[in-house]
């Protein structure tokens, strides 16, 4: 038995599949792929496919990963890619098989791309509302949580985040704290647009890596 | 995807109904075919993307490089207000354009609480409701499905129903349109020469007539146009299409999973069942083509599931040759393969430990009716004593949670049928206990689910009235009343929906008005208890001055003309007025199996009825 770390975009129409869909997704296009998983030996035998860290719903992934456990070990990991690729639906590609490096635990920052439309503002001076309220010396917005909504300063956390117009549009681009230890969701900051702008504009949201305490990309 | 899309995408449940992009899904260049098909199903995308129908046809019709076929389902409200507010047309999932400008919708009836919905669709794509208001060739509106059988309330709104099975009629029905396209000819025209093609109705084409009591006088065709209409079929099922792939949704669907047909037709006659009566003869494909059609499938999809489905699998002829040659090579691909339709008296030992094999599930049987008097009156054909050897078999193959489909309202029926619903849960639960092998340290489950009876066309009971709802209610509360335990879980259907499903089943071109003022008024789901609003109907049938007490209350003569009798599906009338007196005699009658009952079907020169008994 060894463990593999695909790596996969989930882009277009697979953003708008919650994880649970995800999750079943792929363990189709795995059986499709005839790749001999290893299973767990209980009652009911399953195979463990473990995702780095669970994309919300609408939210677009550059560099995506789960991690596999395989039965046969013959298998190289070119040979993996290229079957796992022929079985993949066009909006999931998977663009590598490597040995996992890191574990999906020490994950702390994401890093993501939020492509705001200005439905007919100027971009530049939008760019410059946006850099402003995110400077504010706090930033609170109802954030959801397992015992309900909470007010939640997201401004320490946005020491990391970019305001620029790019093509007519508006890019936020925000390194935030990502994993189990503290996750704040990209959502939240248009939450704080809306909230203190008064608007509430279509906004497409990428992540595009993920990163360890010390800013090592997730390998 | 397009932009418009992606931004209302956002602000709705389940957004991957809308997507489109599946595994398998079929995408062309719109500009090298000729003809653009929007397989339409009236209902939510986890319901449609489970209808065996659409996988077939779907796949059918993309095998042609001049068709691209697309799916379309019913959006959801959210989506529906979305959809509206944004200017947006209902669209196929695979181009994400408009159905508007297609050549050809294509409705599947599957059951008469979807009619609302297809206006509803119709709506949505901007295209005029009534056929008469269509005037050019495109889009063309057909229907196909079940329901076809008495197409007549929604007569106004469909160009040509499809009778029967639709693997050749509706690509006889597609080259045609094709080649009348090519030539520039009007919809008159083509519909006039559709109505030459075997299996296909076109509602316009006949006028009918009522005397002054309402009923039918006379269904009259126009001069040329075949004064009955005979529905199709496959006869040779080991050659009939079968698809190597199925779209694979992103989302959970109701049925996610390899399907693989092993008949149709069914050999029983249960005098209720619609089914059992329009899809005869029975027609079985032999053990390595199902076999070979279900690996296909699951390599393709990557579906760990197999479903084998027909009317009542374990009347197949070779069950138990089939379940060995599947699970030969689905253990090692840890597939499992479930029965979803089993009899009573066809459960097995030596079936239950093959089904267990893999993975367990519960068990479902549906005696239908609570005493042997009713049983035999529907033809059920099921004994008691069957039922218990069964219930004690899965008992001792470490069950302990058994579901029993019931009905309630059936003709003859009296309290006493109903408390017996109730009295057989109790023999069930007790067997339980005096079951030496019981599964240890467990109690019993048992459910009883009841719903009310509506008579349908093409059976014996389609002259019967249907219980008003007042007494169907009054039999609810009677059979929760006759449960003395806790161990039994009783559950009954909304009386509400049956009385909607029983005016529909039966109705006539009456009835197109009052769906049409239905629709204006906001009816839609009808099947979905969240939707449906049994008083919004009302006032559209008192809008209309239909009553549809008509419909669903009234004891209909034999000699009475029937809205479908100009439809032939081979059943004969003097048979289902036969299987009625014998009914009303507590009289069983033989499977086709055991001896043939003279009902018609043999006429379509195959299947069952010419098999050596």
Same mark, same amino acid.
């Given at each position: 038995?060894?463990?593999?770390?695909?790596?996969?975009?989930?882009?277009?129409?697979?953003?708008?599949?919650?994880?649970?869909?995800?999750?079943?997704?792929?363990?189709?296009?795995?059986?499709?792929?005839?790749?001999?998983?290893?299973?767990?030996?209980?009652?009911?035998?399953?195979?463990?496919?473990?995702?780095?860290?669970?994309?919300?719903?609408?939210?677009?992934?550059?560099?995506?990963?789960?991690?596999?456990?395989?039965?046969?070990?013959?298998?190289?990991?070119?040979?993996?890619?290229?079957?796992?690729?022929?079985?993949?639906?066009?909006?999931?590609?998977?663009?590598? *098989?490597?040995?996992?490096?890191?574990?999906?635990?020490?994950?702390?920052?994401?890093?993501?791309?939020?492509?705001?439309?200005?439905?007919?503002?100027?971009?530049?001076?939008?760019?410059?509302?946006?850099?402003?309220?995110?400077?504010?010396?706090?930033?609170?917005?109802?954030?959801?949580?397992?015992?309900?909504?909470?007010?939640?300063?997201?401004?320490?956390?946005?020491?990391?985040?970019? *305001?620029?117009?790019?093509?007519?549009?508006?890019?936020?681009?925000?390194?935030?704290?990502?994993?189990?230890?503290?996750?704040?969701?990209?959502?939240?900051?248009?939450?704080?647009?809306?909230?203190?702008?008064?608007?509430?504009?279509?906004?497409?949201?990428?992540?595009?890596?993920?990163?360890?305490?010390?800013?090592?990309?997730?390998? | 995807?397009?932009?418009?899309?992606?931004?209302?995408?956002?602000?709705?449940?389940?957004?991957?109904?809308?997507?489109?992009?599946?595994?398998?899904?079929?995408?062309?260049?719109?500009?090298?075919?000729?003809?653009?098909?929007?397989?339409?199903?009236?209902?939510?995308?986890?319901?449609?993307?489970?209808?065996?129908?659409?996988?077939?046809?779907?796949?059918?019709?993309?095998?042609?490089?001049?068709?691209?076929?697309?799916?379309?389902?019913?959006?959801?409200?959210?989506?529906?207000?979305?959809?509206?507010?944004?200017?947006?047309?209902?669209?196929?999932?695979?181009?994400?354009?408009?159905?508007?400008?297609?050549?050809?919708?294509?409705?599947?009836?599957?059951?008469?609480?979807?009619?609302?919905? *297809?206006?509803?669709?119709?709506?949505?794509?901007?295209?005029?409701?009534?056929?008469?208001?269509?005037?050019?060739?495109?889009?063309?509106?057909?229907?196909?499905?079940?329901?076809?059988?008495?197409?007549?309330?929604?007569?106004?709104? *469909?160009?040509?129903?499809?009778?029967?099975?639709?693997?050749?009629?509706?690509?006889?029905?597609?080259?045609?349109?094709?080649?009348?396209?090519?030539?520039?000819?009007?919809?008159?025209?083509?519909?006039?020469?559709?109505?030459?093609?075997?299996?296909?109705?076109?509602?316009?084409?006949?006028?009918?007539?009522?005397?002054?009591?309402?009923?039918?006088?006379?269904?009259?065709?126009?001069?040329?146009?075949?004064?009955?209409?005979?529905?199709?079929?496959?006869?040779?099922?080991?050659?009939?299409?079968?698809?190597?792939?199925?779209?694979?949704?992103?989302?959970?669907?109701?049925?996610?999973?390899?399907?693989?047909?092993?008949?149709?037709?069914?050999?029983?006659?249960?005098? /209720?069942?619609?089914?059992?009566?329009?899809?005869?003869?029975?027609?079985?494909?032999?053990?390595?083509?199902?076999?070979?059609?279900?690996?296909?499938?699951?390599?393709?999809?990557?579906?760990?599931?197999?479903?084998?489905?027909?009317?009542?699998?374990?009347?197949?002829?070779?069950?138990?040759?089939?379940?060995?040659?599947?699970?030969?090579?689905?253990?090692?691909?840890?597939?499992?393969?479930?029965?979803?339709?089993?009899?009573?008296?066809?459960?097995?030992?030596?079936?239950?430990?093959?089904?267990?094999?893999?993975?367990?599930?519960?068990?479902?049987?549906?005696?239908?009716?609570?005493?042997?008097?009713?049983?035999?009156?529907?033809?059920?054909?099921?004994?008691?004593?069957?039922?218990?050897?069964?219930?004690?078999?899965?008992?001792?193959?470490?069950?302990?949670?058994?579901?029993?489909?019931?009905?309630?309202?059936?003709?003859?029926?009296?309290?006493?049928?109903?408390?017996?619903?109730?009295?057989?849960?109790?023999?069930?639960?007790?067997?339980?206990?005096?079951?030496?092998?019981?599964?240890?340290?467990?109690?019993?489950?048992?459910?009883?689910?009841?719903?009310?009876?509506?008579?349908?066309?093409?059976?014996?009971?389609?002259?019967?009235?249907?219980?008003?709802?007042?007494?169907?209610?009054?039999?609810?509360?009677?059979?929760?009343?006759?449960?003395?335990?806790?161990?039994?879980?009783?559950?009954?259907?909304?009386?509400?929906?049956?009385?909607?499903?029983?005016?529909?089943?039966?109705?006539?071109?009456?009835?197109?008005?009052?769906?049409?003022?239905?629709?204006?008024?906001?009816?839609?789901?009808?099947?979905?208890?969240?939707?449906?609003?049994?008083?919004?109907?009302?006032?559209?049938?008192?809008?209309?001055?239909?009553?549809?007490?008509?419909?669903?209350?009234?004891?209909?003569?034999?000699?009475?003309?029937?809205?479908?009798?100009?439809?032939?599906?081979?059943?004969?009338?003097? /048979?289902?007025?036969?299987?009625?007196?014998?009914?009303?005699?507590?009289?069983?009658?033989?499977?086709?199996?055991?001896?043939?009952?003279?009902?018609?079907?043999?006429? /379509?020169?195959?299947?069952?009825?010419?098999?050596?008994?």
């Amino acid at each position: 038995m060894r463990t593999v770390r695909i790596w996969f975009r989930k882009i277009g129409t697979t953003r708008f599949i919650s994880h649970l869909d995800l999750t079943r997704c792929m363990s189709r296009a795995i059986h499709r792929a005839k790749i001999p998983l290893w299973y767990t030996q209980g009652f009911n035998p399953r195979a463990l496919l473990t995702f780095a860290l669970p994309l919300s719903l609408g939210v677009a992934g550059e560099r995506e990963s789960v991690d596999i456990k395989l039965e046969d070990d013959n298998l190289s990991n070119e040979e993996l890619l290229e079957r796992l690729n022929a079985a993949m639906p066009d909006d999931l590609p998977v663009f590598a *098989v490597t040995d996992p490096v890191m574990k999906p635990g020490k994950i702390a920052y994401g890093s993501f791309v939020m492509t705001v439309d200005p439905e007919g503002r100027d971009a530049e001076a939008l760019a410059q509302q946006l850099t402003e309220l995110f400077h504010r010396d706090s930033l609170v917005v109802p954030k959801h949580t397992k015992s309900g909504f909470i007010d939640f300063d997201i401004r320490p956390y946005l020491d990391r985040v970019e *305001v620029c117009p790019v093509e007519g549009k508006v890019e936020i681009r925000a390194m935030l704290p990502a994993g189990s230890e503290m996750n704040v969701n990209p959502s939240l900051l248009l939450e704080a647009v809306q909230k203190e702008l008064g608007l509430d504009l279509y906004t497409q949201i990428r992540r595009t890596n993920l990163y360890d305490e010390q800013f090592h990309a997730f390998q | 995807m397009k932009p418009e899309l992606e931004k209302i995408l956002m602000k709705v449940q389940k957004p991957g109904r809308y997507t489109g992009g599946e595994w398998n899904s079929v995408v062309k260049d719109k500009h090298a075919v000729d003809v653009r098909v929007a397989f339409c199903f009236p209902d939510t995308y986890e319901v449609g993307m489970s209808h065996l129908g659409m996988k077939i046809l779907y796949s059918l019709f993309n095998e042609k490089d001049y068709i691209w076929c697309e799916r379309v389902f019913a959006p959801w409200v959210d989506m529906e207000e979305q959809m509206r507010r944004n200017g947006m047309e209902l669209f196929g999932l695979e181009s994400g354009d408009s159905i508007h400008d297609f050549d050809i919708l294509g409705f599947t009836l599957q059951y008469e609480l979807s009619y609302s919905n *297809v206006l509803n669709m119709l709506d949505l794509a901007h295209i005029p409701l009534r056929s008469a208001d269509r005037k050019g060739l495109s889009p063309l509106v057909v229907a196909g499905g079940p329901c076809t059988c008495n197409p007549e309330p929604l007569a106004d709104f *469909v160009d040509l129903f499809f009778l029967g099975e639709g693997e050749e009629v509706d690509l006889e029905v597609i080259d045609l349109y094709r080649a009348y396209k090519k030539e520039g000819r009007s919809k008159e025209e083509f519909l006039r020469a559709a109505a030459q093609i075997e299996g296909v109705y076109v509602p316009s084409l006949y006028t009918v007539t009522y005397n002054e009591d309402h009923t039918i006088a006379a269904v009259t065709p126009e001069p040329g146009v075949p004064a009955t209409v005979k529905k199709r079929l496959m006869l040779d099922m080991d050659r009939s299409y079968f698809p190597e792939k199925f779209v694979v949704p992103y989302i959970e669907i109701v049925h996610d999973r390899t399907v693989g047909e092993v008949f149709r037709g069914c050999i029983r006659g249960c005098r /209720f069942c619609q089914a059992g009566f329009i899809y005869r003869p029975v027609r079985e494909k032999s053990v390595e083509v199902v076999d070979r059609q279900c690996h296909a499938l699951c390599d393709s999809t990557g579906y760990n599931e197999i479903s084998l489905s027909s009317l009542s699998t374990s009347d197949y002829t070779k069950i138990d040759e089939l379940l060995d040659q599947l699970l030969s090579w689905a253990r090692d691909e840890k597939t499992s393969v479930s029965l979803p339709s089993l009899r009573v008296d066809g459960f097995s030992n030596e079936l239950m430990t093959k089904i267990k094999s893999v993975r367990k599930s519960g068990l479902t049987f549906a005696p239908e009716a609570g005493t042997q008097r009713l049983r035999d009156v529907i033809n059920k054909n099921v004994q008691e004593d069957e039922l218990m050897k069964t219930v004690n078999m899965a008992f001792s193959g470490g069950w302990n949670t058994i579901k029993l489909y019931f009905m309630i309202g059936l003709p003859t029926e009296t309290m006493d049928d109903v408390a017996g619903i109730a009295e057989l849960g109790q023999k069930v639960v007790n067997a339980f206990y005096s079951n030496p092998n019981k599964p240890k340290g467990r109690g019993v489950s048992v459910t009883l689910s009841a719903s009310s009876f509506v008579p349908k066309p093409f059976t014996p009971f389609q002259w019967e009235p249907q219980d008003p709802i007042p007494l169907l209610h009054e039999k609810q509360r009677h059979l929760v009343q006759s449960v003395k335990t806790r161990k039994i879980t009783c559950n009954y259907h909304d009386a509400d929906t049956s009385f909607l499903e029983a005016v529909f089943a039966r109705g006539d071109r009456r009835l197109c008005a009052v769906l049409e003022e239905a629709h204006r008024m906001g009816c839609k789901f009808d099947g979905w208890n969240d939707y449906f609003s049994l008083p919004r109907w009302m006032e559209a049938f008192e809008a209309c001055g239909v009553d549809p007490a008509f419909y669903a209350n009234r004891r209909r003569s034999f000699d009475e003309v029937l809205p479908w009798d100009h439809l032939d599906y081979g059943i004969r009338k003097e /048979f289902l007025i036969r299987e009625c007196q014998r009914a009303y005699a507590d009289t069983t009658t033989p499977n086709c199996r055991e001896a043939c009952s003279a009902c018609g079907a043999a006429c /379509f020169k195959g299947g069952i009825c010419y098999e050596d008994r």
